[in-house]
């Protein structure tokens, strides 16, 4: 499994999602056999948040690790914009410490930007660190120049990772965000790997991507992932409810690509030359 360093912690490169989970009493059993089988598999990172469900995603969440170290995991949960605030945030933490049946999470985000300004979020989060409820905290659906903003608050220094979106047929970050987070040694937690399972088939179908499949006996999903995390510093989430599917995953992580393959990759879908808007789904 590939590794990546994670402030004072080694942590996987693959993690678990965990959006539109929680959902559906009649996939509840499926979703839990997919993260135990995940955890019980060196999966020990699941990505989850208040806005998931409204809190199922979080329960199922609690109910999937309750036999397991709590040591053991890196727990992320993510928080409204509306709840940025210091009062807020804290409300909503010890919510989804309740419903994950913890008393800390690993990470905390801010799931995007809203109208609480950076300096009161920021300060927030520092006392909720201070207060051993949290042990990290950082953002999600920054862009590089609401990062940049962040950087010059007081505390926004102990910024300990972004998550935005990313696979091959999203590559924006590339141009900015990425280099700016690998330069400061700053986590990058990429969402939706393999663009949600590629329903319409827009990148599994593609001649280079199915070429690179054959080449490797694998999925045209697990070249996606395979290709998401050749990035250094990356912890790619992608999320399934289906063991098999998880297993495939796993399986993905283990697959180095050449640089022809690469190059065929980025021939059919081109990285960014110039800043583009960032994407949120």
Do not use: C
């Amino acid at each position: 499994m590939q590794e990546i360093k994670f402030q004072r912690t080694t942590l996987p490169a693959l993690g678990m999602g965990t959006w539109h989970m929680g959902e559906q009493s009649a996939q509840r059993e499926a979703e839990l056999t997919a993260l135990r089988y995940g955890l019980d598999h060196g999966l020990t990172v699941i990505d989850t948040a208040e806005m998931y469900g409204e809190g199922r995603s979080e329960s199922l969440v609690g109910a999937a690790i309750q036999s397991y170290q709590r040591g053991d995991l890196f727990l992320i949960s993510k928080f409204y914009p509306q709840n940025a605030t210091k009062q807020r945030m804290r409300q909503s933490l010890d919510a989804s410490l309740r419903r994950l049946g913890t008393d800390y999470l690993d990470l905390y985000l801010l799931h995007w930007r809203g109208g609480v300004p950076l300096s009161e979020t920021v300060a927030g989060l520092e006392d909720l660190k201070r207060a051993g409820k949290i042990r990290y905290w950082g953002v999600s659906n920054f862009d590089q120049v609401d990062l940049l903003e962040l950087s010059q608050i007081n505390g926004g220094q102990h910024l300990a990772a972004n998550e935005d979106l990313y696979n091959l047929g999203a590559r924006g970050v590339e141009f900015d965000v990425l280099p700016w987070q690998q330069k400061r040694a700053i986590p990058f937690i990429a969402y939706s790997p393999v663009a949600q399972g590629d329903v319409r088939g827009r990148l599994t179908e593609n001649t280079a991507v199915q070429q690179v499949a054959q080449a490797h006996q694998i999925t045209a999903h697990q070249v996606l992932l395979a290709w998401t995390l050749r990035q250094p510093n990356l912890l790619a989430i992608p999320q399934t409810s289906n063991w098999q599917h998880m297993q495939e995953n796993i399986a993905a992580a283990a697959v180095t690509l050449t640089p022809a393959e690469l190059a065929a990759l980025d021939q059919a879908f081109p990285g960014p030359t110039r800043k583009q808007p960032l994407e949120i789904i």
